[in-house]
Nanobody, 117 residues
């Protein structure tokens, strides 16, 4: 059974930091592109950051320079370090695992991040 479990969300003041974790099980983790997405109230879900199986990263312009995505294949875990948080970062954050060749696409249940001004 495939599971993606996010943790690390919470309430923080503007300028603060949070570190999100996503622990995966039931997949060959090292073969997957891992990503973080977020969805604010009344908004569409958007890409925040991705990291490929080869370690290449991409970020949304809105978080570039503030957020860092990383992965630990030995622990089957992907992280999102969020620094200099802004109220605009408030959203539910979702972990995603994707492997296009095998047509696999999995999602976690999300973790809430709230940033106060």
């Amino acid at each position: 059974q495939v599971q993606l479990v996010e943790s690390g969300g919470g309430l923080v003041q503007a300028g603060g930091s949070l570190r999100l974790s996503c622990a995966a099980s039931g997949i060959f983790f090292s073969s997957y592109t891992m990503g973080w997405y977020r969805q604010a109230s009344g908004k569409q879900r958007e890409l925040v950051a991705i990291i490929t199986s080869g370690g290449s990263t991409n970020y949304a312009d809105s978080v570039k320079g503030r957020f860092t995505i990383s992965r630990d294949n030995a622990k089957n875990t992907v992280y999102l370090q969020m620094n200099s948080l802004k109220p605009e970062d408030t959203a539910d954050y979702y972990c995603n695992a994707r492997q296009h060749t095998w047509a696999r696409d999995y999602w976690g249940q999300g973790t809430q991040v709230s940033v106060s001004s």
